[in-house]
Each structure stands twice: as C-alpha cells, then as structure tokens.
C-alpha cells in the first residue's frame, strides 16, 4: 500500500516537471513576453483610458469586498476547489501594488504571473488577460496608480488538498493556457476584431458562458457555447448566432440595448449577468457595444444545444399540472406578465417564446421564482421593475406547477418541472 502511494506520488511529481519544462518552453517561445512598453504622449489621457477599459474588464465588481474599500480586494471568489480571494489593487505599497511597475502588471495580465514570480490561480482570468495589448495593460495600471492607497492584506486562498498546492498549476496552465495576444483577423471589419477583441480579452465572456471541465478549464471548442456557472449555479446561455438558444434571432438594437441597459423589449437581465451589467457594460461607448454585439451574433453555434431529457410524468399527471399551474399563474403572475405571457416591453419580460423558459435546463427560472430577481440600476434604466421572491409563500409543488404551466402555453414546450428539481434551488441564493 505504502509502495502504491508513494509511486502516485512519484509519478505526480514527475507529471509536475514535465508539465512545467512544456510551458517554459512554449513561453519561452512567445515573443509576447518581453513585448516592451511604449511611454504613453498623453499621460492623463492614458489614465482616463485605463479607468476605462478597467470598467470593460470590470476590475472593480471582483476585486472590492461588500462593504470594502473600491478595488481593495478580498471578495471570496467561489471555486468546486474552495475560495480564491481578490487582491488588493490599490496603490498601498505594502498591501497593494504600489511597488509593482507596469512590467509587472504586464506580467500578471499576460502571464499569470505575481510580481514575485508565483503563479496566479485562474479565478484571476489571465487566460482571456493574456490577449489584452501592452498599451492597454499599461493604461489600466496607470489608472490603479492614481487609486488611494488602501491598507488591506491579502487574504490566502482558502483551497481543499491537493488543490492548495501551486505547484499543480504548472500542470493546469500545461493543459489549458497559451499566452498570447488577440491578433486581428484580416477577413473582418475593423468592427468586428474590435468586439472580438473585447469580448475574448477585457470581457472574458468565455470565463462564464463557456462549459468547463471536471479541473476548471474550458475547451476552446465550445467557446461562449453556453455553461453552468460553477458553484454560483447559475445556467450562462450561448453567446452565438445559435437561432434556438443564443442570440441568432435577437435585433443587433435590442442586444445593445440589453447589454448596456440591462432591459430590452420582451427581456429583462438577471442573476451574475445583472451585476456585470451595472459594473462594466453599461459603462461602454456605444461603438463598442454595437462592436461587441456584431461580433457575438456573427459567431456559429460551437456546440449542440442542451438536450431535453425524456418526459418522466404521465400525461395525465402532467396534464393537472398545468391546471394547478394556471390557477397560480393567474392569481400571482398575470398582472405584470399578462394572461397571454406577452409581458411588458422594456417593464416585465415576456413568458411567451422565451428561450430562457424553453431551455431544457430549469435553473435560472427555478431560482427566479423561488428567489427573485432585479435587473440593475442602469443610466438607461434607472429605476428597473424586478420580480418579487415567491420562496416564502409557495411550496415547491406550486412552483413546479407554474412554471410547468407556463413552460407550455402560448405556444411554448417544455417537459413539467419537478417539485425535487425546485427542492435543489430553494437553500441556495
């Protein structure tokens, strides 16, 4: 026995260094890395940029606590492994990265790297950072230099065995990280590179709206083709052309609208999309928004759509479902959402036709009404129409039943909903 578990661990250790060498070696390769950086002609134009494209990257919603300093970190990042904690960005030199130069910076940005050599854990999305451009990392460290210093430790990530060990990084950045920056496709409009560029850089939409593997990693494959969000528990949709799930059949004035306002006709964000909304998106020129919103509807469906499961209820069962269903729907959901599921433009959003209540994966509207949820606060949208939690005064047979209900009138098709798939939902916020 003791002989087994010490060749794991060998052959671990050996998988460690081999892993290691492959990535300095490739890294040694990219000639990205040492890419020098270009004083900036405008000094205040290069921090008013930084705090910018800080916005974009929604530095600021990741990096500052409930409660805390702005961008003075230690905000739990929730991982399958344990929790990662935000660092303090501020410009304290001793907590913070007030003795960092823009080198430095680059290095974590591009590289995954800590001032002092150490690998960053992924929460910190470098693998989306690295195809940010020198300039653009440089501005945003000009612009964090300018924060007021915040005394503030880093907290240490709180992780499970074996994950605590870094060395095992090597391995993960082996498998699922190439440094490297976003290279223009020449085919494309200067439009289009640009959403690319924001969406696959600053905007890391792939860190949420990517399916990820059993370790944390997304294959590049299915890229924005939709996800459930670790450990949040919460579904991403696809960010593509895909007609049936994604965005093929959205107006390209409707996405810009609901990106930057966080309501569109028919559509209302919510849940983890809400707060990047308010934190970043809103916060974008509308040419890059209109950039962003071309570059995402052009792209093809990476993967097939989720697929329903086989109707497990009998129809009758099924079928007085749905009459239970209806009565609750009339008493508790009609007035804002109509009797004929249509909603209010750009007030409450329609039932009739979503993709988001078609989608053979339940979560998000299980947990809408068993939790609430508001659309944020936005300079478009200031004061947004929410939907009020149904948790307390329904039972999680009365929500199955509505949202089965509703899962097939006005045309719509969905298998019924169980009272243990709302069970699941109900304790976690």
Request: charge should be positive.
């Amino acid at each position: 026995m003791k002989r087994k578990i010490l060749w794991s661990i060998l052959a671990m250790l050996v998988a460690i260094i081999a892993s290691a060498v492959l990535w300095l070696a490739l890294a040694n390769r990219n000639p990205d890395l040492n890419q020098p950086s270009v004083p900036p002609a405008n000094p205040a134009e290069q921090i008013k940029q930084g705090e910018y494209l800080a916005r974009v990257g929604n530095c600021m919603s990741c990096h500052t606590a409930r409660g805390g300093e702005q961008y003075a970190g230690g905000r739990a990042v929730p991982t399958p492994f344990g929790n990662i904690y935000t660092s303090n960005l501020t410009s304290d030199a001793e907590t913070g990265i007030g003795k960092w130069n823009n080198g430095d910076f680059w290095q974590a940005m591009h590289n995954g790297k800590s001032k002092d050599g150490s690998l960053l854990y992924p929460a910190f999305p470098y693998t989306n950072y690295t195809k940010v451009t020198r300039a653009d990392s440089d501005a945003i460290f000009a612009y964090l230099q300018t924060l007021p210093a915040v005394a503030q430790k880093n907290i240490d990530p709180d992780l499970r065995f074996p994950y605590d060990n870094r060395a095992l990084l090597y391995v993960w950045r082996a498998l699922y990280f190439r440094p490297g920056q976003y290279v223009n496709e020449d085919k494309q409009s200067v439009e289009w590179n640009r959403g690319a560029y924001l969406a696959q850089g600053l905007g890391h939409c792939s860190a949420c709206h990517s399916p990820r593997d059993s370790f944390g990693g997304t294959n590049l494959k299915a890229e924005l083709g939709g996800g459930m969000i670790p450990i949040l528990n919460w579904y991403a949709p696809p960010l593509n052309g895909d007609k049936e799930n994604g965005l093929g059949n959205w107006e390209a004035a409707h996405l810009a609208a609901f990106l930057k306002t966080g309501v569109a006709p028919n559509r209302s964000v919510s849940g983890p999309m809400a707060e990047v909304v308010a934190g970043s998106l809103q916060h974008m020129s509308d040419a890059d928004i209109s950039a962003l919103t071309g570059y995402l509807k052009s792209l093809p469906q990476q993967i097939k759509s989720p697929a329903a499961a086989a109707e497990n209820m009998r129809p009758e069962d099924k079928k007085a479902m749905i009459t239970a269903g209806a009565k609750l729907y009339e008493n508790q959901c009609a007035t804002c959402h109509q009797a004929s599921g249509k909603g209010v433009p750009s007030v409450y959003p329609a039932l009739a036709g979503s993709t988001a209540i078609n989608t053979p994966i339940t979560t998000n509207a299980i947990r809408m009404v068993l939790h609430g949820g508001y659309a944020p606060s936005t300079v478009g949208n200031p004061r947004p129409y929410g939907m009020p939690p149904f948790g307390q005064s329904m039972s999680d047979e009365e929500v199955a039943a509505v949202l089965t209900y509703v899962r097939n009138s006005w045309g719509n098709q969905g298998n019924a909903i169980s009272s243990n798939e709302v069970n699941q939902y109900r304790s976690r916020h």
